[in-house]
């Protein structure tokens, strides 16, 4: 489990069943009220780019992902 603060670009988490990789971010500490993170994530199933906002300390599902270079055995 990582929280609002682990957010970084290039973090990769899962809300509501649905894989986000984060675009851009800002933490957002506004005069009246808690603080928030606004950002802006890239959906992994059909790559739209969404808007999210977190409360500051919610708790999210991070999810590892790695990049293999794959070498495939047919011409084209």
């Given at each position: 489990m990582a929280t609002t603060a682990d957010i970084r670009k290039g973090f990769a988490f899962t809300v509501e069943g649905k894989l986000y990789l984060v675009v851009d971010f800002q933490h957002v500490k506004p005069g009246k009220g808690g603080a928030f993170?606004?950002?802006?994530?890239?959906?992994?199933?059909?790559?739209?780019?969404?808007?999210?906002?977190?409360?500051?300390?919610?708790?999210?599902?991070?999810?590892?992902?790695?990049?293999?270079?794959?070498?495939?055995?047919?011409?084209?």
């Open positions: 993170v606004r950002t802006k994530v890239r959906n992994l199933e059909n790559n739209n780019v969404v808007e999210i906002t977190f409360n500051s300390g919610k708790s999210l599902d991070e999810i590892r992902l790695e990049r293999n270079p794959y070498q495939y055995l047919y011409k084209e």
